[in-house]
């Protein structure tokens, strides 16, 4: 139900991916005008192609000891799920410097705390949108699986699992039979798995991100096919989004372009180490269900994910940039794992590739702009930007109305870096 707000404001929120749209939802939700502007709205984004899981048991950062003392390994193993484009490395150093100090143990304790908080609410904040949009069709709640090939794998998630029971996330370890009695089509290359039971998983995220689209423009808002280029301050109530050809006025303006945010905060007068990891996925239009929910193969780094219109394998991670274009090797390691996990499955029908928007703490970012109090940031969701829509979009009405966030979201601040 839309409350009366005794302050109801005109807000154009920048770019309509989960994260957009969701903001939109909570800002309707509280008597709020939104506009959505989006160069091309529900096609392009990172919300067209990922692994579909709501994975409210994601708080560990990318960034962890271990990954920074498999850096050589990951890099130049052509099975590895990680690689980077040498020619990108100076635009990247920065970043990369960022993350190795995120990485130490201490910053990896507290950042998967402060990320435990944050999905912890999750759910709560998502379930909401989905069922305004009439979407609850589209979410299955059979939980997920994490596989692993080797004990010694497994072995080396130990610290993983206790920084997850630290925040309170639910996580059973599971025999290979275990794995067999769940997943029975699996090939049984996996020897241990861990199962997060409260998982649940999105079977078209496109399609319900639409119907999240028709059901803002049925309460009223709009979105607007077009590409911002800046954002500029009228006087002290208005702020100007300057568009390809136009501009559109507001009271407030959330930047919420996922990976082609940075320019939009650098223009503000805020400099934001966002950068993007590439990913990638295929699509098998497979007749038969073989799988009941998603499955996470860790030594390919890729997911296998039933959803309605057949299987996708989505996953790995390469640094290059926005502007790279679809790597086959890539595609190589992900049909690699499909062909170890279900071999049965042949040959795909599509191909795909999109850009996570990554902080280099794996920290999202959610807070108001330095430089202007009417201007708000929600971006760099990394790999869990549409578990973490619902609540980021809620804790940015919040603080457009200024309520306290149901989150301390100190963490999560533009000003942290
Ligand atoms: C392979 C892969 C697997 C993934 N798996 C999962 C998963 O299982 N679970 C999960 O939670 N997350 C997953 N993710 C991450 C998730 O997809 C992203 O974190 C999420 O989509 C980010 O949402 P967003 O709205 O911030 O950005 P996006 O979805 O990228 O949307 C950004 C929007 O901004 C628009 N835009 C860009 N520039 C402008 C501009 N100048 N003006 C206006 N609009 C602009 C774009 O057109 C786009 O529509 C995965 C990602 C990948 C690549």
């Known amino acids: 139900m839309e409350k009366a707000n005794s302050n109801p404001q005109d ?9 957009g749209v969701a903001t939109a939802m909570w800002l309707q939700k509280s008597g709020h005008k939104v506009t959505l502007i989006d160069p091309e709205p529900f096609e392009k984004g990172a919300y067209f192609g990922n692994a579909c899981t709501i994975a409210t048991y994601a708080n560990i950062p990318v960034g962890t000891p271990s990954t920074i003392k498999n850096i050589p390994k990951l890099l130049f193993s052509p099975q590895s799920p990680l690689s980077l484009s040498w020619s990108y490395l100076p635009k990247l150093t920065p970043w990369l410097l960022r993350f190795a100090w995120a990485s130490r143990p201490s910053q990896v304790a507290s950042i998967s705390h402060q990320l435990g908080v944050l999905l912890s609410h999750a759910q709560s904040a998502l379930a909401p949108l989905i069922e305004t949009a009439k979407g609850e069709d589209l979410v299955a709640k059979n939980g997920t699986l994490y596989l692993y090939g080797s004990e010694a794998g497994f072995m080396k998630a130990k610290s993983d699992i206790q920084l997850r029971r630290l925040s309170g996330i639910p996580v059973t370890k599971l025999t290979k039979a275990e794995i067999s009695d769940l997943e029975p089509q699996l090939n049984p290359v996996y020897k241990r ?75 503000a007068g805020d400099q934001l180490p966002l950068d993007t990891e590439q990913g990638y996925h295929l699509m098998y239009n497979a007749q038969q269900q073989l799988l009941q929910r998603p499955v996470g193969w860790a030594d390919a780094g890729v997911y296998l994910t039933p959803m309605n219109d057949g299987l996708r394998a989505a996953g790995t991670v390469e640094l290059a940039g926005l502007n790279n274009p679809i790597n086959p090797r890539r595609l190589e390691i992900i049909s690699g794992a499909v062909n170890d996990l279900l071999p049965q499955l042949k040959n795909y029908d599509s191909q795909w590739t999109g850009f996570r928007p990554s902080m280099p703490d794996s920290k999202p970012v959610i807070g108001r702009s330095s430089k202007d109090g009417g201007i708000f940031y929600a971006f760099g969701h990394g790999h869990i930007g549409v578990t973490l829509s619902g609540i980021t979009g809620k804790l940015i009405s919040e603080l457009i109305d200024n309520k306290a966030p149901s989150v301390d979201i100190s963490a999560f601040a533009p000003g942290r870096f």
């Open 11 to 19: 807000i154009v929120i920048i770019g309509a991916g989960f994260v």
């Open 193 to 267: 798995g861990l199962f997060f039971d409260n998982a649940q998983h999105l079977l078209s995220p496109l399609n319900l991100l639409q119907r999240m689209g028709a059901s803002v423009i049925a309460k009223g808002g709009q979105i607007i096919t077009n590409k911002a280029l800046g954002i500029e301050r009228v006087d002290a109530q208005k702020l100007k989004v300057l568009l390809q050809g136009s501009s559109v006025l507001a009271d407030k303006v959330v930047v919420a372009a996922g990976a082609w945010s940075k320019h939009l905060a650098r223009q």
